[in-house]
Protein backbone atom coordinates (compact mmCIF):
# COMPACT_ATOMS: atom_id res chain seq x y z
CA UNK A 1 0.00 0.00 0.00
CA UNK A 2 1.75 3.43 -1.40
CA UNK A 3 2.21 6.26 1.33
CA UNK A 4 0.35 9.45 1.14
CA UNK A 5 1.44 12.48 1.88
CA UNK A 6 -0.88 14.77 4.13
CA UNK A 7 -2.89 16.83 2.25
CA UNK A 8 -1.61 20.59 2.38
CA UNK A 9 -3.42 24.28 2.93
CA UNK A 10 -3.67 26.63 0.04
CA UNK A 11 -1.42 28.78 2.16
CA UNK A 12 0.96 26.10 1.95
CA UNK A 13 0.82 25.65 -1.26
CA UNK A 14 1.23 29.15 -2.27
CA UNK A 15 3.88 29.60 0.10
CA UNK A 16 5.63 27.02 -1.66
CA UNK A 17 5.11 28.00 -4.91
CA UNK A 18 6.18 31.97 -4.12
CA UNK A 19 9.75 30.82 -2.16
CA UNK A 20 9.93 28.18 -5.97
CA UNK A 21 9.66 31.35 -7.95
CA UNK A 22 11.70 33.99 -5.90
CA UNK A 23 14.35 31.10 -5.98
CA UNK A 24 14.20 30.75 -10.02
CA UNK A 25 14.08 34.65 -10.51
CA UNK A 26 17.13 34.43 -7.67
CA UNK A 27 19.08 32.49 -9.89
CA UNK A 28 18.09 34.19 -13.39
CA UNK A 29 18.80 37.64 -12.35
CA UNK A 30 21.71 38.67 -9.87
CA UNK A 31 20.86 40.42 -6.76
CA UNK A 32 22.95 43.37 -7.17
CA UNK A 33 21.31 43.63 -10.84
CA UNK A 34 17.79 43.62 -10.32
CA UNK A 35 15.73 46.66 -10.69
CA UNK A 36 14.03 47.69 -7.34
CA UNK A 37 12.36 51.59 -7.38
CA UNK A 38 10.31 50.90 -4.64
CA UNK A 39 12.68 48.99 -1.73
CA UNK A 40 14.27 45.98 -1.22
CA UNK A 41 13.97 43.52 1.82
CA UNK A 42 12.88 40.14 3.00
CA UNK A 43 9.11 41.58 3.28
CA UNK A 44 7.85 45.42 1.34
CA UNK A 45 5.35 47.01 4.33
CA UNK A 46 2.29 48.74 2.05
CA UNK A 47 3.03 52.48 1.79
CA UNK A 48 0.70 55.28 1.14
CA UNK A 49 1.74 58.82 -0.12
CA UNK A 50 -0.50 61.84 -0.06
CA UNK A 51 -0.25 65.71 0.14
CA UNK A 52 -2.46 67.08 2.33
CA UNK A 53 -2.40 70.97 3.54
CA UNK A 54 0.95 72.00 2.92
CA UNK A 55 2.57 68.83 4.01
CA UNK A 56 3.30 65.16 2.56
CA UNK A 57 2.10 62.47 3.98
CA UNK A 58 3.88 58.59 4.22
CA UNK A 59 2.27 56.44 6.06
CA UNK A 60 3.92 53.10 6.32
CA UNK A 61 2.06 50.02 7.73
CA UNK A 62 4.17 48.39 10.41
CA UNK A 63 2.16 46.55 13.18
CA UNK A 64 3.60 44.94 15.57
CA UNK A 65 6.60 46.70 14.95
CA UNK A 66 8.62 49.50 17.71
CA UNK A 67 9.51 52.79 17.18
CA UNK A 68 13.40 51.28 18.05
CA UNK A 69 13.26 49.08 15.54
CA UNK A 70 12.59 51.75 12.48
CA UNK A 71 14.97 54.16 10.91
CA UNK A 72 13.62 57.38 8.61
CA UNK A 73 16.21 59.01 6.45
CA UNK A 74 16.80 60.91 3.57
CA UNK A 75 19.27 59.71 1.15
CA UNK A 76 19.35 60.99 -3.21
CA UNK A 77 16.49 62.20 -2.87
CA UNK A 78 14.13 59.52 -1.63
CA UNK A 79 13.05 58.87 1.90
CA UNK A 80 14.35 56.02 2.80
CA UNK A 81 12.30 53.92 5.77
CA UNK A 82 13.65 50.75 7.06
CA UNK A 83 12.75 48.23 9.60
CA UNK A 84 13.22 44.76 11.08
CA UNK A 85 10.35 42.06 12.40
CA UNK A 86 12.29 39.81 14.24
CA UNK A 87 10.89 36.22 14.56
CA UNK A 88 8.29 35.59 17.42
CA UNK A 89 8.24 32.31 19.23
CA UNK A 90 4.87 31.28 20.39
CA UNK A 91 4.44 30.66 24.05
CA UNK A 92 5.36 27.78 26.26
CA UNK A 93 7.49 26.13 23.98
CA UNK A 94 5.07 25.87 20.80
CA UNK A 95 5.65 25.26 17.19
CA UNK A 96 3.83 26.85 14.48
CA UNK A 97 1.14 25.21 12.47
CA UNK A 98 0.88 28.25 10.11
CA UNK A 99 3.18 31.46 10.01
CA UNK A 100 1.84 33.88 7.41
CA UNK A 101 3.32 37.42 8.58
CA UNK A 102 6.22 38.27 7.41
CA UNK A 103 9.23 38.95 9.63
CA UNK A 104 13.01 40.18 8.55
CA UNK A 105 14.34 43.09 7.66
CA UNK A 106 12.54 45.79 5.01
CA UNK A 107 13.41 48.79 3.23
CA UNK A 108 10.73 50.99 1.31
CA UNK A 109 12.20 54.08 -1.33
CA UNK A 110 9.83 57.38 -1.79
CA UNK A 111 11.12 59.55 -4.32
CA UNK A 112 11.01 63.15 -2.77
CA UNK A 113 9.98 64.63 -6.39
CA UNK A 114 8.55 67.64 -4.56
CA UNK A 115 10.20 70.56 -2.46
CA UNK A 116 9.89 69.68 1.02
CA UNK A 117 11.63 71.06 4.25
CA UNK A 118 13.69 68.14 5.50
CA UNK A 119 14.37 69.67 8.95
CA UNK A 120 10.79 70.27 9.59
CA UNK A 121 9.77 66.08 8.73
CA UNK A 122 8.32 64.62 11.65
CA UNK A 123 7.51 60.60 11.81
CA UNK A 124 4.98 59.06 14.50
CA UNK A 125 4.07 55.58 15.29
CA UNK A 126 1.12 55.32 16.77
CA UNK A 127 -1.54 51.89 16.15
CA UNK A 128 0.81 49.89 13.82
CA UNK A 129 0.96 52.75 11.37
CA UNK A 130 4.39 54.73 11.25
CA UNK A 131 3.02 58.21 9.66
CA UNK A 132 5.99 61.08 8.25
CA UNK A 133 4.80 64.44 7.90
CA UNK A 134 7.15 66.46 5.80
CA UNK A 135 6.71 70.39 5.24
CA UNK A 136 6.43 71.35 1.79
CA UNK A 137 8.37 74.97 -0.09
CA UNK A 138 6.84 76.64 -2.22
CA UNK A 139 7.88 75.43 -5.44
CA UNK A 140 10.61 78.56 -6.78
CA UNK A 141 10.75 76.77 -10.07
CA UNK A 142 10.03 78.92 -13.14
CA UNK A 143 9.99 82.20 -11.01
CA UNK A 144 12.12 84.90 -12.11
CA UNK A 145 15.21 85.92 -9.44
CA UNK A 146 16.50 89.01 -9.98
CA UNK A 147 20.02 89.57 -9.31
CA UNK A 148 20.86 92.95 -9.15
CA UNK A 149 24.02 94.02 -10.96
CA UNK A 150 26.86 96.24 -9.33
CA UNK A 151 29.57 98.12 -11.20
CA UNK A 152 33.00 97.94 -9.96
CA UNK A 153 34.89 100.64 -9.59
CA UNK A 154 38.43 100.46 -11.53
Known sequence: MPVRKPARGVHAELALLQRELNDLVGRL???AEAPSPH???EWLPAVDVFDCRGKLYVVVETPGLAAESLRVSCRGGKLVITGERRESRPPGGAGFLCMERPRGRFMRLVDLDLAVD??????KLRDGL???AIPRLKDRRGR????PVEAESS
Do not use: H, R
Open 130 to 132: LTI
Open 118 to 123: LGGAEA
Open 39 to 41: GVG
Open 29 to 31: VPP
Open 144 to 147: ETVI
